[in-house]
């Protein structure tokens, strides 16, 4: 005689067995895999937003690149200063504020690359977003620039002194154009203090002081020009402190636009020695390509 289970008896004794979880053991297991893989991850994609924002650089100066085409075209060949003189009762006008009627996108002027340290060190205003009556004539609605310098000893100067007046490049006198420096990263000057101020912040500097070709010199208009003298006020020939010098904020590179228009990524190293032969030069930034001549 068979015994036969009543459903319903059977349907309560599923009920009353408890259901299935992980034991302490085996959570502290998962936990740790997932931490593990947190750990071998955050760095992979550490890498990948820093590549992301080194594209995003390289797209921005190709972009401003274009600007400085244009610009260009619209004035007779000559390239814009880096800073026109200031003026009483006038915002500062510089580089970006001339190239921005030929390129209006704002956001590629700021390098996706600056810190919150470096933004407020660097940022400078649009001169068509302040108080024209003014200087600096900050406004709430300001737009900023920064992160990016400009070649001015030998694009555009508009520093004077005692027989030197302003200094406009010409295309004519760009003959290398795809291998002169035009905009780069830019770290600004320490100008002689043990701390980073906001001098020099949107131009950059060669490794040597422009002698015969370019602005021929471009100490403050109280200072005397000559060899030895560098771009800020009591600096010499390669003092670090006072060059406003590249940043290689691009996995150890700088990313630089040329006057023909291209970007790339160089090192320092290579900016600074045209002929790689352990000298500084400024073959890369006098507009011959020419590793002799300053």
């Not at 349907?11 to 297991?29: I, K, N, S, Y």
């Not at 880096?82 to 006008?93: C, P, V």
Request: glycine share 10%; net charge positive.
């Amino acid at each position: 005689m068979s015994l036969r289970i009543n459903p319903r008896r059977r349907q309560m004794r599923h009920r009353a067995m408890p259901p299935a979880a992980f034991t302490l053991v085996e959570l502290l297991v998962v936990i740790g895999i997932i931490a593990l893989l947190i750990a071998i991850l955050l760095p992979t994609l550490s890498r990948a937003r820093h590549a992301a924002r080194s594209t995003t650089s390289l797209s921005n100066l190709r972009q401003i690149g274009i600007g400085l085409v244009q610009y260009r075209i619209h004035n007779r060949g000559y390239y814009p200063l880096a800073a026109w003189q200031s003026m009483k009762d006038r915002a500062r006008f510089r580089w970006a504020d001339a190239i921005y009627p030929f390129m209006r996108n704002t956001e590629v002027y700021m390098s996706p690359h600056l810190d919150e340290n470096e933004r407020k060190r660097m940022n400078k205003p649009f001169h068509h977003t302040v108080d024209p009556n003014a200087n600096p004539g900050i406004l709430p609605s300001s737009v900023f620039f920064g992160g990016y310098g400009y070649n001015w000893q030998y694009l555009g100067n508009g520093r004077t002194w005692p027989g030197v007046g302003e200094y406009f490049a010409k295309e004519s006198t760009i003959r290398a154009s795809a291998k002169t420096i035009a905009v780069a990263d830019t770290n600004g000057s320490k100008n002689g203090g043990a701390t980073w101020t906001s001098e020099g912040v949107y131009v950059i500097d060669p490794p040597l002081m422009s002698l015969n070709l370019g602005s021929r010199g471009s100490r403050k208009s109280s200072a005397t020009p000559g060899p030895g003298n560098y771009g800020y006020t009591g600096g010499n020939d390669g003092d670090p402190l006072h060059r406003s010098t590249p940043a290689e904020r691009n996995n150890g590179k700088v990313n630089v636009l040329f006057c023909d228009g291209h970007a790339e990524p160089m090192t320092l190293r290579q900016m600074d020695d045209f002929n790689q032969d352990g000298q500084p030069d400024n073959g890369w930034w006098n507009g011959k390509a020419d590793p002799s001549v300053r």
